[in-house]
C-alpha cells in the first residue's frame, strides 16, 4: 500500500533528531562519575592497586624476613620508630613497629594489600562464574532444571555462611586456596540468585524471540543475548561481594584455617597477635584498618554502581 | 494463613534434608578413613575394625545415611573425640550462651539501627543523616574481630579505671557464682528432656538471673555481655540502620502519607503510625536475615571474647580436629537457622497480608 496523498497524514518531527546517540557505555560511566560514593571508591581502590603493584618498591623490608639477629635495636613486637616523630636516628625506621616474630609490620600490610585484593577478586570470581552458569541455566531452561538447581541454592542458604566455610574447610583442609574455595562455594547462591532473576526478566523479552526466530541456539542465546544484558546487577553485587569476601577469608585466617605463616595476609596478621591486643594494640589496629579501607572502598564503589545503574533512579 | 503456614513448614523440609544430606556429604568426604581422621595414631588396624563396626561404618551407604538421619531426629549427634562427652550434652551447656550473646546482639542492632535509620530519614541529608551513614558504611566494612579485639583493648585497657571500663573476657566474674534452676528449685531427681530444657534454660545466665531473682549474677551478666553484643551487633545494625532508612524514605514519598499530612495529622504521628508501620516489614525481613551473620559472628565473637560458647566450640574443635563436634554444631546451627527463617516468613506473612498470597 502506497501513503501518497493521504489528507490525514501529519509530519511528526523526531524528537531525537539532530541529537547524537549515547553510547550506553558513555552514559553509564557519567552516571558513576555523578556518584560521590562511587568516586571515593574508585579513587582508594586505584590507590590500593597501585600500592599492590608496587609493593616490592614501597616496601622497605622483606615481608617473611624476621629481623631478629639483622639488626641490632630488633626485637618482638617493636613499638613503631618514626624518626620525623623522634625516634633516634640510630634506630632503623619501622613506621609500624615490628610484630611477634620481628617482622616490619608496614611491609606486611603494604604485602598483604596484593594479597587480599587477589583473594577478594578470585573468590567473587570463583562465585560469579559459578554462579551465573547455575543461575542462567536455572532461569533459561525453568521447570525441572530451575527447580533442581535453586533447591541446592537454598539447602547452601540455609547456613549461616561462616559456618559452612569452616565445615568446608575441615574437609578440604586448611590454607589460603582452600579458604577462598570455602568462601566462593557459599557465596554462589548470591550470584545464581540474582542471574536467574535477570534471565528470568530477560526470556520473555521480544528480541529474544527475534533471535529464537532466526535459528540461533539456546546456548547461543543464553552466551549473546541474554548474559550480556544480565551483567548489570551482577556486576552491582560482585562489587559488594568483594568486600564480604575480603572479610571473611581473613576471618578464616583469623581462625588460622587460611593463610598460612608467614605469608602477610591482613586476618592472618590479626590472628596471630590477638593475644597481644593489650600490650601492642597497633598490630591488630594497622591491618585492621587496612582491611576496613579496602572493604569500605569497594562497598562505596558497589553502592555508587547500583544508584548509577539503576534506571529507576535516574533524574 | 494456615495454609499459608502449612505451606511454609512443607518448603522447609526438602531445605532440612538437603542441609542433612549435605553435612553428611561433607562428612565422608573427609580425605582419609574416619577413623584415623578420628583416632590419629592410635589408630591400629584391630582398633579401627572396631571403631567402624561401632559407628556403623562397615555397612553400606544407604544404611548409614539413614541410620544418621535417625540419630539427628532422636538428638544423638554423636561422641566428641576430644571431650569423650556426647555432642548433645556439650550443645546443652554451650548453646545457651551463644543464643545468649545473639539475643543481646540482636537488641542492640535492631534497636540502634531502627533509631539511626529512623533519624536519618527524617532529617535527610542533615550532618545526623550523614554521620548515620558513615557509621553505616564502615559498619558493613568492619571485621567483626576487629571490632572486637578493638573494643576489648579501649574497654580494658584505655578506661580502664574510669567507670566505663567493661571486662574483656568471659561470661562472669570470678566468685559470683550460677545456681542451676534444677538446685535452686529443688529438682535435681528430675530426668529426661524435661531436665535437658531446664539444664539449657539454666545456662542462660540472664534467665537464670531473673527466675532466681539474682540481682548480682543479673548485673555480673549484662556487663560482661555488653561488649561482645555490641561488637556482634555492630555489622547488622549497619544494615539494619541503612534499611530502615531507604525502606522509611520510600514510603514517605508516597501520596497516603502526603494524604495523612493534609488532614492534619502531627509530622511525628504521620511518622511513627503511618511512615514506620510500614516502612518496618523490609526491617523485619533483615533483622530475621542478619541471624545467620550472628551466628557466623559468634564463632568470632566469642574465640574474642572468651564466651564458652559453640562459637568456640568449633574454634577449639578445628585445633583438635574434632569432625565429629564440628558436624553437630554445624547442623544444629543450620537447623536453628532455617526454623527462625520460617517464623521470620510466617511472621512477614502475618504482617503483610498480601504475602499470603503469592
Known amino acids: 500500500m502506497t501513503m501518497h496523498a493521504d489528507p490525514f497524514s501529519i509530519e511528526i518531527a ?53 629481623l631478629l639477629g639483622i639488626e641490632e635495636t630488633a626485637r618482638p613486637r617493636l613499638a613503631p620508630c618514626i624518626h620525623l616523630l623522634g625516634c633516634p636516628l640510630a634506630q632503623p625506621e619501622h613506621l609500624m613497629g615490628l610484630d611477634g616474630n620481628a617482622r616490619d609490620v608496614f611491609s606486611r600490610v603494604v604485602y598483604g594489600t596484593r594479597i587480599d585484593l587477589e583473594i577478594g577478586f578470585l573468590t567473587v570470581g570463583f ?31 540455609a547456613f549461616p555462611s561462616l559456618l559452612l566455610a569452616i565445615a568446608i574447610v575441615t574437609v578440604l583442609g586448611p590454607g589460603l586456596i582452600n579458604a577462598q574455595l570455602a568462601i566462593g562455594i557459599v557465596a554462589i547462591p548470591v550470584y545464581a540468585r540474582v542471574m536467574r532473576a535477570s534471565v528470568l526478566s530477560i526470556r520473555g523479552q521480544d528480541f529474544i524471540a527475534a533471535s529464537r526466530a532466526l535459528g540461533e541456539s539456546s546456548g547461543g542465546i543464553l552466551r549473546r543475548r ?60 594497622v591491618p585492621g584498618i587496612a582491611i576496613v579501607i579496602t572493604c569500605l572502598s569497594f562497598n562505596l564503589l558497589g553502592d555508587g554502581l547500583r544508584d548509577a545503574l539503576d534506571p529507576r533512579l535516574n533524574r | 494463613m494456615t495454609r499459608y503456614i502449612i505451606r511454609r513448614l ?30 590419629g595414631e592410635r589408630a591400629t588396624a584391630a582398633i579401627c575394625d572396631a571403631f567402624n563396626v561401632r559407628y556403623g561404618l562397615d555397612k553400606p551407604i544407604p544404611v548409614q545415611f539413614l541410620t544418621y538421619v535417625g540419630n539427628v531426629a532422636t538428638g544423638d549427634l554423636g561422641d566428641s573425640i ?14 545457651p550462651v551463644t543464643l545468649e550473646l545473639t539475643v543481646y546482639a540482636l537488641i542492640f542492632a535492631a534497636f540502634f539501627g531502627i533509631l539511626l535509620g529512623r533519624l536519618s530519614a527524617i532529617r535527610r541529608n542533615s550532618p545526623i543523616d550523614v554521620a548515620t551513614m558513615i557509621v553505616a558504611n564502615l559498619g558493613v566494612s568492619i571485621p567483626v574481630f576487629v571490632l572486637g579485639l578493638f573494643f576489648a583493648y579501649l574497654f580494658a585497657v584505655v578506661l580502664k579505671g574510669t567507670p566505663f571500663a567493661l571486662p574483656p573476657s568471659g561470661r562472669l566474674t570470678p566468685g559470683v557464682d550460677v545456681i542451676p534452676l534444677a538446685k535452686a528449685w529443688g529438682l535435681t531427681t528430675l530426668g529426661g528432656p524435661p531436665r535437658v530444657v531446664l539444664d539449657f534454660i539454666s545456662n542462660i545466665n540472664t534467665v537464670n538471673a531473673i527466675l532466681t531473682l539474682n540481682g548480682s549474677l543479673l548485673l555480673d551478666t549484662v556487663r560482661h555481655m555488653i561488649l561482645p553484643a555490641v561488637a556482634l551487633g555492630t555489622i547488622p545494625m549497619a544494615i539494619i540502620a541503612r534499611m530502615t532508612r531507604s525502606s522509611l524514605l520510600d514510603v514517605l514519598g508516597l501520596d497516603y502519607i502526603r494524604t495523612a499530612r493534609a488532614k492534619g495529622v502531627r509530622e511525628r504521628d504521620v511518622v511513627a503510625k503511618h511512615g514506620m508501620r510500614n516502612a518496618l516489614l523490609p526491617v523485619v525481613t533483615v533483622i530475621g536475615l542478619s541471624l545467620g551473620g550472628l551466628l557466623s559472628g559468634a564463632v568470632l565473637t566469642e574465640t574474642i571474647f572468651n564466651l564458652a560458647g559453640i562459637g568456640r566450640t568449633i574454634t577449639e574443635a578445628i585445633q583438635g580436629r574434632d569432625y565429629i563436634i564440628i558436624q553437630g554444631v554445624v547442623i544444629v546451627v543450620a537447623i536453628i537457622y532455617i526454623v527462625v527463617n520460617l517464623i521470620v516468613d510466617i511472621s512477614y506473612g502475618l504482617l503483610d497480608p498480601r504475602i499470603r498470597l503469592t
Open chain 1, 14 to 66: 523526531d524528537p531525537m533528531a539532530g541529537q547524537k546517540p549515547v553510547s550506553l557505555l558513555r552514559d553509564t560511566l557519567r552516571n558513576i562519575l555523578r556518584q560521590r560514593s562511587a568516586i571515593v571508591g574508585l579513587t582508594v581502590l586505584g590507590l590500593l592497586v597501585l600500592v599492590a603493584i608496587f609493593a616490592s618498591v614501597i616496601a622497605p623490608f622483606d615481608p617473611t624476613q624476621p
Open chain 1, 127 to 157: 562465585a560469579i562464574i559459578l554462579g551465573t552458569l547455575i543461575g542462567s541455566v536455572a532461569g533459561f531452561f525453568g521447570s525441572r532444571m530451575d527447580n533442581l538447581l535453586m533447591r541446592l541454592m537454598d539447602v547452601l542458604l
Open chain 1, 226 to 285: 541474554i548474559i550480556p544484558n544480565a551483567l548489570t546487577p551482577l556486576i552491582v553485587q560482585g562489587t559488594l561481594g568483594i568486600a564480604g569476601a575480603i572479610i571473611d577469608v581473613a576471618a578464616l585466617s583469623f581462625l588460622g584455617l587460611g593463610a598460612a605463616p608467614p605469608l602477610a595476609e591482613w586476618g592472618s596478621m590479626i590472628g596471630d597477635e590477638r593475644n597481644a591486643v593489650f600490650s601492642a594494640p597497633h598490630l591488630i589496629l
Open chain 2, 10 to 39: 512443607l518448603l522447609s523440609i526438602p531445605v532440612l534434608l538437603g542441609v542433612v544430606i549435605l553435612v553428611f556429604i561433607l562428612a565422608r568426604i573427609i580425605p582419609g578413613d574416619p577413623c584415623r581422621a578420628a583416632l
Open chain 2, 82 to 95: 576430644r571431650f569423650g562427652r556426647p555432642v548433645s550434652q556439650i550443645l546443652v551447656e554451650r548453646l
